[in-house]
Nanobody
């Protein structure tokens, strides 16, 4: 079992920045990738970014160049640095962990609201 707790969401004006954090605990040795998803009101949950144990990161086209995912392995903490935020980035952001056995674990989500 892997447990994840997000923090850092809030209200920001368009063009501003926020950094989300996600602390993961439990059976962290079996985690192979971490990442972020988001879900806007009335929409499906969509993938935002993923980072592997080796530090390789990939991004959705909609956030590439503005968002940066990183991980502090010693602190078991995942980050999402979000710059140049736009109103369409408003969503609940979820961190996730995928294990080597193909299991997915999710945090409870943190709300990000970008005002125009």
């Amino acid at each position: 079992q892997v447990y994840l707790v997000e923090s850092g969401g809030g209200l920001v004006q368009a063009g501003g920045s926020l950094t989300l954090s996600c602390v993961f605990s439990g059976d962290t040795a079996i985690v192979v990738t971490n990442g972020w998803y988001r879900q806007a009101p009335g929409k499906e949950r969509e993938w935002v970014a993923t980072i592997t144990n080796a530090g390789h990161s990939v991004y959705a086209h909609s956030v590439e160049g503005r968002f940066t995912v990183s991980r502090n392995n010693g602190a078991n903490t995942l980050y999402l640095q979000m710059n140049t935020l736009q109103p369409e980035d408003t969503a609940v952001y979820y961190c996730h962990a995928q294990t080597r056995y193909g299991q997915y674990y999710w945090g409870q989500g943190t709300q990000v609201t970008v005002s125009s």
